[in-house]
Nanobody
């Protein structure tokens, strides 16, 4: 079965950290740009951070710049999102998506369909 699976979400206090993982099964991520997206209750889905297939290009939403870091380990077929200095407004369901042949800017702007979406992992930032 071809799928993306997110993990690493949970409850964390403001100022804390979490690392999300996006693992592929049934296919390899080598040739795919990967994006992390989030959807807070009552809000639309937004692009958080995206990374090119090589890892050489990245893109971040202004709201997470300097706090979040995206990385990938193609040998492990996994992409990560390190989230530091978390704020209550980071509370959302986080999804990863994969698509070939798309720039990180277009990926994060959600221009066009994605080949694969994960089912999401919930991040709650609260004291």
């Amino acid at each position: 079965q071809l799928q993306l699976v997110e993990s690493g979400g949970g409850l964390v206090q403001p100022g804390g950290s979490l690392r999300l993982s996006c693992a592929a099964s049934g296919f390899t991520l080598d040739n795919y740009a990967i994006g992390w997206f989030r959807q807070a209750p009552g809000k639309g889905r937004e692009g958080v951070s995206c990374i090119s297939s090589s890892g050489g290009n990245t893109n971040y939403a202004n709201s997470v710049k300097g706090r979040f870091t995206i990385s990938r380990d193609n040998a492990k077929n996994t992409v990560y999102l390190q989230m530091n200095s978390l704020k209550p407004e980071d509370t959302a369901v986080y999804y990863c998506a994969a698509q070939r042949g798309r720039t990180v800017q277009a990926m994060c702007a959600q221009r066009g369909d994605m080949a694969y979406w994960g089912k999401g992992t919930l991040v709650t930032v609260s004291s």
